[in-house]
């Protein structure tokens, strides 16, 4: 099992999530949507290595973080669906 180090800080009203091995910045940001919704966007930034492992993480990696992000959003809505329904409380 490998270990994952990140440090968490916040800019505003943006969650910021920094990768202390790969350097990768993740920003979560959620912005009114209308009644009842919100817009939340994921966005990670990563510089690539040079040469083919590069090239091979510029090809690989997007499509690993779409499903790991779409899997985020569905457990984010799933868990404003039961907010909603009284089921689950903010923690103090």
Avoid: H
């Avoid at 993480?57 to 499509?63: F, K, R």
């Amino acid at each position: 099992m490998s270990q994952i180090q990140v440090a968490v800080s916040s800019i505003i009203d943006a969650p910021v999530e920094t990768d202390m091995l790969s350097g990768a910045v993740t920003t979560f940001t959620v912005a009114p949507g209308g009644e009842r919704r919100s817009q939340v966007t994921i966005t990670t930034t990563v510089e690539r290595q040079p040469g083919l492992k590069g090239l091979l993480e510029g090809l690989m990696t997007p499509p690993i973080l779409r499903r790991i992000y779409r899997e985020e959003l569905e457990k984010l809505n799933q868990y404003a669906q039961l907010k909603e329904t009284g089921i689950v409380k903010d923690v103090p």
